[in-house]
């Protein structure tokens, strides 16, 4: 065997650089996804009140307004970085591709889709039980669609990319 079967045979491992970088991709991806959310859900409350709703109990306007801020806010901050982390993460994949096969990235993507999963279940028991207490259907379709769109995007792509990978 020459040298290079043998580099080919031994697995990539992961340093330091690798582990923080996807774990900075992956936390800002969540981050994101979630403001992206907020302000979808603070713009539906805004903009399709539900006129029979208590005040008190579901919020002001003042409320959806802070509510939406803080997510613009977190969305600002957060989006570029998961887009400057997935560039730069793809920049090393192209110089050098045995780095897709890290254990950790593997791990952060299959807990993606489980998180994924997760939060499409939960936030659709949210506004599930939100229409049961009598929200406005039109709000509850927004709601559904916005939460299986983003969450089902995210799972979508990561799927992709392990199968591609599985190609390759």
Not at 8 to 26: E, I
Not at 85 to 109: A, G, M
């Amino acid at each position: 065997m020459n040298e290079q079967q043998i580099e080919k045979q031994m697995p990539v491992k992961a340093s330091p650089r690798d582990v923080f970088l996807h774990l900075l991709g992956m936390v800002t991806l969540y981050a994101s996804a979630i403001s992206f959310l907020t302000i979808i859900f603070q713009l539906v409350n805004l903009y399709v009140p539900d006129i029979a709703a208590n005040d008190f109990y579901y919020g002001s306007a003042e409320m959806y307004q802070k509510t939406l801020r803080t997510g613009i806010s977190f969305l600002v901050v957060f989006f570029p970085v998961y887009i400057l982390t997935s560039w730069f993460l793809n920049k090393i994949y192209t110089t050098n591709p045995d780095k897709r096969n890290l254990r950790i990235r593997k791990w952060l993507i299959y807990f993606t889709l489980f998180a994924a999963a997760i939060v499409i279940m939960g936030f659709l028991v949210k506004v599930i039980n939100d229409l049961l207490e009598g929200e406005l259907t039109v709000r509850f379709g927004i709601k559904v669609a916005s939460v299986i769109f983003v969450a089902g995007s995210i799972f979508w792509y990561h799927l992709r990319d392990l199968k591609k990978n599985k190609n390759e």
